[in-house]
């Protein structure tokens, strides 16, 4: 048989594999931002969310707060790397306005995040109470995190389209918090079931919208380009006419 330790396991390197596919599956939506030099109604909450959230998790299986968290902290450290990368283009891209607002709150999150550390190691003295802490702050951040769609979500109800809204960021939330909720109950952790069972919630929801609103954001988008291309007609005709009254 199986043992317990064995199946946990399984469903961390699981955790590992759909977390960081989960954090990758926003590139096509990052090549478009970079492509057009704009992030339009792009929404940065999510990637804030995710670069804290990424960072307290890694503090969180740190040896000195939580032994024998390995997984968690290879996954959380893929995190917090690809969130960066994602935030950097994000500012690159933006307006002025934008840019500040969005540096401003990383750098609030730096600051917190070194300020709990700094508390870990000086102020509480056992794992235990250091795993306790951090734990139930790392809940209500890995809460936020897949909370932070629900605006797109809103965007998405108010438009009828899910443009913004890429898919596999919705899937992966989904298959993301499913596997972590999993593995948090082989030996049962709170700080790790809770948040991700909400998550897998959300990631069904927002799954949910897709399907409803999937044939309406492709009619939209056929509309536009037609548009799109009828515009460039009109002015393509207009050179030629333009062209003519010349030569004669």
């Given amino acids: 048989m199986v043992s317990t330790e064995a199946i946990r396991t399984i469903l961390g390197v699981a955790g590992n594999i759909t977390a960081v596919t989960l954090f990758l599956s926003t590139v096509p939506t990052f090549l478009v931002i970079w492509k057009k030099r704009s992030v339009e109604q792009y929404s940065p909450v999510p990637y804030l969310a995710s670069f804290f959230n990424c960072g307290l998790w890694v503090l969180y299986g740190m040896p000195f707060v939580h032994p024998h968290s390995l997984l968690v902290v290879t996954t959380n ?28 709150i990383m750098l609030l999150e730096i600051l917190f995040f070194g300020v709990l550390v700094i ?24 809460i936020l995190m897949y909370a932070a769609p629900l605006s797109v979500m809103k965007l998405v ?27 948090a109950l082989v030996p049962f952790d709170p700080f790790i079931a809770v948040p991700n069972g909400i998550g897998a919630l959300l990631g069904i929801l927002q799954l949910v919208l897709y399907a409803t609103f999937y044939k309406s954001t492709k009619r939209m988008l056929a509309a536009r380009k037609e548009k799109t291309e009828m515009g460039l007609a009109v002015i393509d005709t207009s050179k030629n006419q333009n062209g003519n009254v010349a030569h004669s």
């Fill in 157 to 183: 109800i108010t438009t009828k389209s899910v443009e913004y809204m890429p898919f596999l960021l919705s899937l992966f939330c989904f298959s993301n918090g499913l596997c972590w909720f999993l593995y």
């Fill in 119 to 142: 508390l870990m190691l000086i102020v509480v003295h056992t794992p235990q109470q250091r795993s306790t802490i951090v734990g139930s702050i790392s809940v209500a951040a890995n």
């Fill in 77 to 104: 450290g893929a995190g917090v790397a690809i969130e960066l990368v994602y935030l950097l283009i994000f500012l690159m891209c933006s307006d002025k306005r934008k840019r500040l607002k969005v540096a401003l």
